[in-house]
């Protein structure tokens, strides 16, 4: 039982699973034996997994985790992608093969504002160059939404803006990447 007397079962939470930087030792047999048991874990529970390519981190992009998806082959485990993480893994220019290499396990989404070209120059330069707010960065956020649309993808997209620029407050930020979302939804993926 849940704290409060409720079932911990059904609440409609998804859990997204990442694993860290990759270390001396790990192997893909070790990450498949903890994925494995995760996901059982929470299919008992009904909770859905997504396994979360992040930059820096075992798993990078969404290609890269895609044969650990397959060869555990369960429905309760699918894959985001995240366009920054795509990004920094040099896949912007090939999102649209990215999308459609992984369309069958795709469950989440993520967006943000990016440059085409990633400034490794620092972490924070990183993060600065990928996660901007939806109407900035150099990328064309339309080609990312073509080729969502084009796999008539339904699921969820969400914005990631961590990094807020000092002069910047969310109650400028925050509707300005609103009404761009808008506009791109209107423009690429034609959502009602």
């Known amino acids: 039982m849940a704290p409060g007397g409720g079932s911990d079962q059904d609440k409609g939470i998804a859990l997204w699973f990442i694993f860290g930087k990759p270390e001396e030792g790990i192997t893909e047999k070790h ?35 895609l044969p650990m998806v397959k060869c555990i082959n369960h429905p309760n485990l699918m894959l985001a992608v995240h366009l920054c993480h795509e990004i920094r893994a040099g896949n912007g220019n ?14 989440f989404v993520t967006i943000a504002g990016t440059d085409k070209e990633v400034d490794l120059t620092s972490p924070r330069s990183k993060d600065h160059s990928t996660i901007k707010p ?59």
Request: negative net charge; glycine residues 6%; proline residues 5%.
């Open 31 to 65: 990450v498949e034996g903890i994925l494995r048991e995760v996901v059982d874990y929470a299919d008992q529970k009904n909770v859905p997994v997504t396994l979360y390519p992040h930059s820096s981190c075992y798993y990078y992009s969404a290609e890269q985790a």
């Open 94 to 107: 090939r999102i649209g093969e990215v999308v459609q290499n992984t369309k069958e396990y795709i469950s």
């Open 134 to 192: 939806l109407n900035k960065g150099e990328y064309d956020l339309g080609v990312f939404l073509r080729a969502l649309k084009d796999i008539e993808y339904k699921g969820p997209v969400g914005f990631i803006n961590f990094i807020i620029d000092k002069q910047t407050s969310p109650d400028v930020y925050l509707p300005e990447s609103i009404q761009e979302w808008e506009l791109l939804k209107a423009k690429y993926l034609n959502y009602n």
